[in-house]
């Protein structure tokens, strides 16, 4: 039962998928921002589950079981940093799509101050593609893990299901299949998280008894992890920075920025926000939720691989076509980001490394086709946690693309080899913090982002006054509408 309820499912999301097809047309404007005619519930819903991907349902569910309530600090830094980079990133970002007429991110960041970065575009297409393909990779492990968990098979099986389930609907319906099925994904996701909190909190006698519990646990509900960088208040304010930096560094990431590229109209920007938002805290704090009461369940398991808890605690605790429900939901998760990481890598290729030369759709969908079986290989072959591969990529993109952002965002302007410094710069300095092993501490896109943004806003110098209305947020807007 768990596994025909798993695959009907899978059979409704590729459904979907495919059936955007019928509204695609032979361009690549409409294969890599659906013409740039998403609604804001579309745009919202699938931004945020391309964000709260298989790392949620497995990395943070796995470092929650392994750390304890400490781990809330991610949620809160996360969100609040997302929130506060939208305020002055997202509509700009919008609007300057429209006005330079390209489709990735990567071609729309070099050309924000009405200047044409053609070498800083190459290079950081050849990062986008790295990081991109890696950060794919760790999603459909997460989804080989998922089937380790659930049903037994081994983690090579489920990654070549998820290969070929986003092989199915992504190559061929480009970024509006990815929108659509991440719309249908989100709600599958939430439904199967709040499912399991329920049934664990209900299992251990109710919230009361289920608090009592964690408690009689040394160490697990301790607002902070005793093992900071520095002591007292000094690490505890460098822990919950890292964490919003964490946040702020969604503006660096290809795949969750072109759902609001292709939004309808840059004044939708904010129901969109609302949209992302609403479904981003919920679902985080079920998350949080059922990666606290995993332990209960599974005090064993860190032994083991706490990756597996999700899985493991839904096959105790359900019945099997409900089991069915979870697998599919982690599975939405792991599709609804792989899918946008390879368009997104796609896009790199097509439009930034071959210079926008590639427009017949056989070629893009070729290209997207490869990108998947790329990932694919390579996680079958790679050893790392989600957890610590995707907070990798996700810290080399911000840091990589981050700071240019903010700089050209607050009407400053900077020449190419000063932007391919920051870009390089932010990069080096974010691996040369986790060669130290300072990142278990502190978040390495605090020093990557920051360093080379304050950098960047001292050498810079204000753009002229027609630039600097292209380039500043709208004036007269206020933020909660940007």
């Not at 990557?448 to 950098?455: N, Q, S, V």
Request: proline share 4%; net charge neutral; charged share 10%.
């Amino acid at each position: 039962m768990t596994m025909i309820v798993f695959l009907l499912c899978l059979a409704g999301f590729v459904a979907i998928g495919l059936a955007s097809v019928r509204k695609a047309e032979a361009s690549k404007k409409d294969y890599y921002l659906a013409s740039s005619n998403v609604r804001p519930a579309m745009a919202g819903l699938s931004a945020v589950a391309t964000n709260n991907s298989g790392y949620m349902f497995i990395g943070v569910i796995g470092f929650t079981y392994a750390t304890g309530l400490a781990a809330i600090w991610l949620m809160v830094g996360w969100i609040l940093g997302d929130f506060l980079a939208s305020l002055f990133i997202h509509r700009r970002l919008r609007e300057v799509t429209e006005s330079s007429g390209q489709v990735s991110f990567g071609a729309v960041v070099a050309k924000w101050s009405g200047q044409d970065f053609g070498l800083w575009r190459k290079i950081a297409a050849v990062i986008a593609v790295l990081f991109l393909g890696a950060y794919a990779a760790a999603q459909i492990a997460a989804g080989g893990k998922a089937l380790q968990g659930v049903l037994g098979w081994s983690p090579q099986t489920g990654a070549m299901i998820s290969a070929a389930l986003i092989l199915a609907y992504s190559a061929f319906g480009g970024i509006r299949a990815s929108i659509w099925t991440d719309a249908a994904q989100s709600i599958v996701m939430v439904f199967a998280m709040s499912l399991l909190l329920f049934v664990a909190v209900a299992g251990r006698g109710g919230i009361d008894a289920t608090y009592l519990e964690m408690a009689a646990i040394p160490g697990y509900l301790n607002l902070f992890p005793e093992d900071l960088l520095f002591p007292g208040l000094l690490g505890m304010a460098l822990f919950v920075l890292g964490w919003m930096f964490a946040g702020l560094s969604v503006i660096g990431q290809p795949h969750v920025m072109v759902r609001f590229m292709a939004l309808n109209e840059p004044s939708d920007m904010a129901a969109a926000r609302g949209w992302y938002y609403g479904y981003f805290t919920l679902f985080y704090l079920l998350a949080t939720g059922v990666g606290l009461m995993s332990r209960l369940y599974l005090p064993d398991l860190g032994a083991l691989d706490p990756e597996l808890a999700l899985p493991t605690m839904a096959v105790e605790l359900l019945p099997a076509a409900l089991v069915g429900v979870i697998l599919a939901g982690i599975f939405a998760a792991t599709m609804s980001t792989a899918d946008s990481l390879v368009l997104a890598c796609s896009a790199a290729i097509t439009s930034d490394l071959a210079g926008g030369r590639i427009q017949k759709a056989w070629v893009m969908k070729s290209v997207t086709a490869g990108v998947t079986i790329m990932a694919l290989m390579f996680a079958l072959s790679g050893s790392r946690s989600v957890f610590s591969l995707v907070i990798l990529a996700w810290s080399t993109l911000a840091c990589a693309f981050g700071p240019l952002m903010i700089v050209q965002a607050l009407g400053r302007r900077l020449n190419q080899p000063t932007a391919i410094a920051l870009m390089l710069g932010g990069v080096a300095i974010a691996f040369a913090w986790r060669m130290q092993g300072w990142h278990d501490q502190v978040y390495e896109g605090l020093p990557g982002i920051l360093i080379p943004t304050l950098i960047g806003l001292a050498i810079s110098h204000k753009a002229p006054a027609r630039d600097a209305a292209q380039s500043a947020p709208a004036s007269g807007t206020a933020p909660s509408q940007v």
